[in-house]
């Protein structure tokens, strides 16, 4: 099966990078700031990633126990990292580097799967026509500015670039597009799946690497579903209750791009929960990270990063290879269950005692996963509901497990 390393893996790395790291104010800037490209040509003219390094990078995810890495090749702007026959508009052009490469090897020689993000959005070809997102939108006569573009001619871009990234750089195995928006607002159309030829490009995908994961946002159902900062709250499901295959894309701070005054950042501890969040629901999450405007991986990030790895050390089996678990958690935390191994990931410490419904005389052992050490564990005893001793309205057959009033020193204790 296609999707098997991916569901084994459930925690991944996302690497935002481009020419918005230099403006280093959010990836979107050129869309929320209106900027021509004139203005936003400097921070081409001036990229100059001397610091981006993809073997640090793909080190730096394995650290942190994950299985796979996604770069961005061309965000929104158009700018490429890789190179094109078909732009100019790319590092290889600017700093005469193919990102690309660098990061597919440095991935590849970890032993992680290589991912790529390509935007379906391009806001600087001169045939994708303008829209509600895109920067000109608010330009005197900006429909005017539609006369003359060809989406037709922009698919063929697209669809060349897609084939350049997929026959030039080896095996890959992971591919996000981004994104497709059929709705209309502010009277300005969006676009949809026959913007793309979505079929077309979905297909020479399938022919050109059969192994790979495609996301949906071609607006096609494709191998998997990418909830964007924001948790589901149940395993997804698709209208006929057939389950999913899903990853959360989340990010540190709200922006996918470097941004450097936004101090934002979530703790590691909340990160950490919203990984044992997905993997409780059988989705992965998608960690991003936004490289600074000379490509290094952020000081607050790598520290962020750390933190996570320390936990994933200790708690890997937690996470890789597991998924949900058909029982009812406490309201401390949340199961995941690998094999015949139930795991509950507890985001509040209780004092003394957690109480488990349902689990009585299921479990044969408990421990604390960070330390390896034996909890003892009691069973209800439904005669003495009525006690002091026991709290009332648990139901029969209730686990009820011991606790050290010391919290474990780690992120996330897991039992
Ligand atoms: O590259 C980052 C952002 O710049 C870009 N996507 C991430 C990975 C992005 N910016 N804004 N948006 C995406 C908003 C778009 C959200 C949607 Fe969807 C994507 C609407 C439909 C597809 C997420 C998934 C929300 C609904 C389904």
Known sequence: ?????????????????????????????????????????????????????????????????????????????????????????????????????????????????????????????????????????????????????????????????????????????????????????????????????ADDLLAMCRELQPDMLVNDRLGIPADFVTPEQYQPTAPLVDANGVPQVWEACQTLNGSWGYHRDNTDQKSPALLVQMLADSVSMDGNMLLNIGPDGRGAIAPRDARTLDAIGEWMLLHRDAIVGAGHAEFTPPREGVYTRRGDRLYLHLFSWPLGFVHLPDLGGKVSFARLLNDGSWLKTSVTDPEQQASHMTPAGEAEGTLTVHLPVQRPDVLVPVI
């Open 1 to 197: 099966m296609r999707q098997e390393w991916f569901d084994e893996a459930r925690f991944g790395m996302f690497a935002h990078f481009g020419v918005y790291s230099v403006a280093a104010r959010h990836e979107w800037v050129q869309s929320y700031e209106r900027l021509t490209d004139e203005e936003y040509r400097q921070y081409a003219d001036h990229f100059d990633p001397d610091r981006f390094d993809a073997r640090a990078i793909a080190r730096r995810a394995k650290e942190t126990g994950m299985g796979y890495v996604v770069l961005t090749t061309k965000h929104h702007d158009g700018f490429c990292l890789f190179d094109s026959a078909l732009t100019d508009f790319t590092s290889q052009h600017t700093c005469g580097r193919d990102l690309v490469r660098e990061f597919v090897d440095a991935v590849r020689a970890e032993g992680l799967e290589v991912g790529l993000y390509h935007s379906l959005i391009d806001w600087r070809h001169p045939d994708f026509t303008v829209d509600w997102n895109h920067p000109r939108r608010d330009d005197e006569n900006a429909a005017a500015l539609n006369e003359g573009r060809d989406m037709a001619r922009y698919r063929e871009h697209l669809h060349g670039q897609v084939q350049e990234l997929l026959t030039q750089y080896g095996q890959i195995d992971y591919l996000f597009f981004d994104f497709t928006y059929p709705e209309e607002r502010d009277g300005w159309a969006g676009k949809g799946p026959e913007d793309w030829n």
